[in-house]
């Protein structure tokens, strides 16, 4: 299918079931997080309806259409250049029927979506809180890595509101912020059920953390063996090259 590229687009071949996404060089390009989520939220049962808060160029949930059986995913995204982008990404890669996108500010969503009506939501929310870190001065890309407008507990309560008794939350965040996200998930009655830490070798610090929570579920936590990224030759692991299909 012929698809329209704007100045500094790219398309990126995923590898996988020929899936391709369309990014701009100059804007904030989807990383290994996104990747590692996917997979994480494979799990995702068949037929369910699904939701992508902050779905930026819309990999996750591109993914996630070809490795879950899932009947529909909708991805939000604030800033209508990158949702114009993901909507053609849609159409390049014919999933119309499938991945719908709503350009929209994730705080505003209750006014729009039916509460308690989705089985799943996947999020990669903005990592580090406002007037943390060092801020790049490129608007999109300061949307995509800071808290600006939506924080985490805006992700966690939109997220509790919209999904289903015992509906499945799966997000990508960093180890320093661990403590907040189970803080904020159990004030909000999403219970962490799952956790693993991802290092990018056996001898650094852990990098990244995958959580799964459900909704009005028991306390039990299950931490799973770490995911390392690199061997000590710096090639890929082979849970890595799997994930990567390699």
Known sequence: MKIKLNKNEKIEDLQFENLKIIQNKEGFCFGIDSILLSDFAKEIKSGARVIDLGTGTGIIATLLCKKTQLKEIVGVEKQKEVCEMAQRSIQLNQLQNQFKIINEDII?????????????IVMNPPYKKKGTGIENQEEKKIISRHETSATLEDFVEIAKDLLKDKGEIYMVHRPERLVDILTV????????????????NKNSEPKLILIKGIKNAKPFLKVLNNLYIYKEDGQYTEEIKKIYHK
């Open 108 to 120: 505003y969503l209750t006014k729009i979506l039916t509460k308690n009506s989705f089985d799943a």
């Open 185 to 200: 998930m159990r004030n909000h009655k999403i219970e962490p059920k799952i956790l693993r830490f991802v290092f990018s």
